[in-house]
T-cell receptor, first 106, second 118 residues
Framework: TQLLEQSPQFLSIQEGENLTVYCNSSSVFSSLQWYRQEPGEGPVLLVTVVTGGEVKKLKRLTFQFGDARKDSSLHITAAQPGDTGLYLCAGVLLVFGKGTRLSVIA | GAVVSQHPSWVICKSGTSVKIECRSLDFQATTMFWYRQFPKQSLMLMATSNEGSKATYEQGVEKDKFLINHASLTLSTLTVTSAHPEDSSFYIC??????????????FGPGTRLTVT
């Protein structure tokens, strides 16, 4: 069974701060996806990483896929209140991490 | 593009009754749709994979006779919760994977259906 561990589970920061969220597994994934979910809504796909060592940027969000394709990270620069939400990573077999609940305080 | 809708967005039903939830891909054809359940403050748990024109594949621990899935067309899948009980109360989310285009890995989620069984 492929399991994904996300850390931290909860994160509350001030507006303007930087943060990193991690997604780790003992299994190798051919790809990983990151989603953001707001309360009462479905997850929205942010990015798919495929190649080991790959770095993708989406405005203030930087996603990295580990060289061994077992882990990934999401770094947010200068967090804004609009970044608040549940961030989920998912493997190709539709296994989701437990998520990181981010709260950005203005 | 890649919009998925669900109906209803929320439903309250009495214990013992059945509830049908629809999932539609509005601007693409989805050969595969997925049904998830999410309890408060928890992540998504895959319930079943639905392929158009064939029987759904259920995850371990999910009762196929209780959660009936029908994927009759390339744009519609339905989940029927039969003989619902309060413990079935949850947020049900579907997703759809385009049959062509993209990397073949993406799935697009519906907005979810909140089911409350009283």
């Amino acid at each position: 069974t492929q399991l994904l561990e996300q850390s931290p589970q909860f994160l509350s920061i001030q507006e303007g701060e930087n943060l990193t969220v991690y997604c780790n597994s003992s299994s190798v994934f051919s790809s990983l996806q990151w989603y953001r979910q707001e309360p009462g809504e479905g997850p929205v796909l942010l990015v798919t990483v495929v190649t080991g060592g790959e770095v993708k940027k989406l405005k203030r969000l930087t996603f990295q896929f580990g060289d061994a394709r077992k882990d990934s990270s999401l770094h947010i620069t200068a967090a804004q209140p609009g970044d608040t939400g549940l961030y989920l990573c998912a493997g190709v077999l539709l296994v989701f991490g437990k998520g990181t609940r981010l709260s950005v305080i203005a | 593009g890649a919009v998925v809708s669900q109906h209803p967005s929320w439903v309250i039903c009495k214990s013992g009754t059945s509830v049908k939830i629809e999932c539609r891909s509005l601007d693409f054809q989805a050969t595969t749709m997925f049904w998830y359940r999410q309890f408060p403050k928890q992540s998504l748990m895959l319930m079943a994979t639905s392929n158009e024109g064939s029987k759904a594949t259920y995850e371990q621990g999910v009762e196929k006779d209780k959660f009936l899935i029908n994927h009759a067309s390339l744009t519609l899948s339905t989940l029927t919760v039969t003989s619902a009980h309060p413990e079935d109360s949850s947020f049900y989310i579907c997703s759809a994977r385009p049959g062509s285009g993209g990397s073949g890995r993406e799935q697009y989620f519906g907005p979810g259906t909140r089911l409350t069984v009283t």
